[in-house]
């Protein structure tokens, strides 16, 4: 009896993966990859916990609101503290930077401190935690610009375009790791039983037939003209045969993930000036310039529906951009009908 064997499903754990690609520079210390390494630790801790909120005691908010005004979710405090104990202590980072932090986290005077600085949002979507919908992590990576001692705010407020590694996990029906060091996109699915993340997407790439537009339709009224027309047109008010479904969750992880695996778009426009989201909702360092890092990897394209998300300067760490992602030319669309109505 002879063994089946299709090597096309060869057993790759995410942990092997990194010291592979590793391994294309010569010059990798080594770092990078157990910073990766840590990260993917932290989603596992995290994962544990996500599939368990209903009965860990920790669904529900905490009963304050961070700065952003939103109401701050048990599992947000939770993987923000797992993210920080796993990472203050290895001497890989200078700093680091969360969504739930006002300013940069520095790494306790009794730790050395390292090359890189870790920029995250711990838990994406958490407003959907006690619904039982996917939520996410999202992580960017940069080599800090500070020559030694304590990381600065500058080591963080760095362009996406030089990004040194960026992913997401999504806890959805399966807890999926998806990153890129650059050197394409790569998706790994945690099998629980044996606790690691084998490779299952090899190479990510858009589909060039898109299928899904997402975007939330609630707030139509306070779109401009151009992207009421731009709706519209990715409706299938067009000459191109492009009629693409609607799907939106309102986490961006999960959204980011159907469109980057079946093709789509998804935007967060900004509404009128003086609207609390003149410039969008996402924030581009720990949303949308990881993700813009992985669409481009990807094939696909990132912008603020004007320029590159990759190009823009930060300024704050906590600076929203409107974000349109996804299939190249249908954010090109969108960049189209915005100048149009200019
Ligand atoms: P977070 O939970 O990290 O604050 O992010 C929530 C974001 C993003 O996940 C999602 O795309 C967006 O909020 C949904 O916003 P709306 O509810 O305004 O559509
Ligand atoms: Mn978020
Ligand atoms: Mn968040």
């Known amino acids: 009896m002879t063994v089946e064997r299709s090597f096309a499903d060869k057993i790759v754990t995410i942990e092997r993966h990194f010291f592979e690609q590793q391994s294309k520079f010569p010059e990798a210390t080594g770092v990078l990859s157990n910073l990766l390494y840590d990260v993917a630790v932290s989603a596992k801790i995290i994962a544990s916990h996500t599939t368990r909120a209903g009965l860990a005691e920790i669904l529900g908010t905490e009963g304050k609101e961070n700065m952003h005004g939103d109401e701050v979710q048990k599992l947000d405090t939770f993987a923000e503290r ?53 939520v996410g992590t999202i992580f960017a990576i940069h080599r800090r610009k500070s020559k030694e001692g304590p990381g600065t705010l500058e080591d963080c407020l760095q362009k996406g375009s030089d990004l040194v590694a960026a992913g997401y996990i999504i806890y959805g029906s399966s807890t999926m790791m998806v990153y890129s060091t650059g050197q394409g996109v790569h998706g790994f699915t945690l099998d629980p039983r044996v606790g690691e993340f084998l490779l299952s997407h090899p190479n990510i790439r858009i589909p060039a037939k898109p299928k899904y537009y997402s975007v939330n339709q609630g707030y139509q009224h306070r779109w401009s003209e151009g992207m009421q027309r731009y709706t519209n047109w990715l409706q299938g008010d067009n000459d191109q045969g492009i009629s693409l479904s609607l799907r939106y969750i309102g986490s961006l992880v999960a959204d980011f993930h159907r469109n980057l695996l079946a093709g789509g778009i998804f935007y967060y426009p900004a509404e009128g000036k003086g609207s609390k989201k003149a410039s969008g909702k996402l924030r581009l360092l720990y949303e949308a310039a990881p993700l813009a890092f992985l669409a481009e990897q990807a094939g696909g394209y990132a912008s603020d529906g004007h320029n590159p998300i990759l190009d823009i300067e930060p300024t704050g760490l906590h600076q929203r951009v409107p974000l349109f992602i996804g299939n190249r030319d249908l954010v090109k669309k969108a960049e189209e009908f915005l100048r149009d109505e200019q």
């Open 82 to 134: 797992t993210i920080y104990r796993m990472n203050d202590h290895t001497g890989r980072l200078a700093a680091m930077a969360s969504e739930e932090e006002e300013g940069i986290i520095p790494i306790p005077d009794n730790y050395p401190t390292g090359k890189y600085v870790l920029i995250y949002d711990p838990l994406d979507g958490s407003s959907n935690i006690d619904f039982n919908v996917s």
